[in-house]
């Protein structure tokens, strides 16, 4: 069965720290990983990685793949309460043509002013 | 201005009864998909279509059915064989694997928070 397992799975931090949020995946046909920011519906589209070792960024955000540890993690430095939100990670499965995303549980992050 | 929409936002139905939500969106794409989403449990793929008139069951398909007579259109019905179907339900759509300008990003709707009681 596939699985993707965030942690921590809650994270409080206060205004202008760093964090760092970890993502495992075990799965089949891995074809990448992505990380959402979910505020109060709809996750909005942070990163999408493919390729092992190579970070994205975003501003105070980035991101990147280990694909020989099945992780990836997401930096978040200088930290605003508008960072508070729940960050999802999720696999692209690629199974004959066929392709599925496999969410993992989130991670809550709460920012203190 | 393109997008997805979903609605209702907020659905109240008691037991025993079939509800059907809806998801229409603009943005020309060929793949879209369902998820529920609980506490401490993610997003769970429901159904997904990468093309009208086909459409493939997800990891949590009991319970529920859709269809994809148009592009623009998906609907999921929850039906009372779905055991635990108060959620709130995502809408997502993205290009498709099979086109040119395939890209992984899913844009999601507003939900639907669904209560059943």
Not at chain 2, 77 to 85: D, F, M
Request: proline content about 4%; aromatic content about 10%; charged content about 20%.
């Amino acid at each position: 069965e596939d699985k993707v397992v965030q942690s921590p799975l809650s994270l409080v931090v206060h205004e202008g720290d760093t964090v760092t949020l970890n993502c495992s995946y075990e799965v089949t046909n891995f074809r990448s990983l992505l990380w959402y920011k979910q505020e109060k519906k709809a996750p909005t589209f942070l990163f999408m990685l493919t390729s092992s070792g190579i970070e994205k960024k975003s501003g105070r955000l980035s991101s990147i793949l280990d694909k020989k540890e099945l992780s990836s993690i997401l930096n978040i430095t200088a930290t605003q309460t508008g960072d508070s939100a729940i960050y999802l990670c999720a696999v692209l499965l690629s199974n004959f043509g066929n392709e599925k995303l496999t969410f993992g549980t989130g991670t809550r992050l709460t920012i203190i002013p | 201005d393109g997008g997805i929409t979903q609605s209702p936002k907020y659905l109240f139905r008691k037991e025993g009864q079939n509800v059907t939500l809806s998801c229409e969106q603009n943005l020309n794409h060929d793949a879209m998909y369902w998820y529920r989403q609980d506490p401490g449990q993610g997003l769970r793929l429901i159904y997904y279509s990468q093309i009208v008139n086909d459409f493939q069951k997800g990891d949590i398909a009991e319970g529920y059915s859709v269809s994809r007579e148009k592009k623009e259109s998906f609907p999921l019905t929850v039906t009372s064989a779905q055991k635990n179907p108060t959620a709130f339900y995502l809408c997502a759509s993205s290009t498709s694997p099979q086109g040119a300008a395939f890209s992984y990003e899913q844009y999601f709707g507003p939900g639907t928070r669904l209560t059943v009681t």
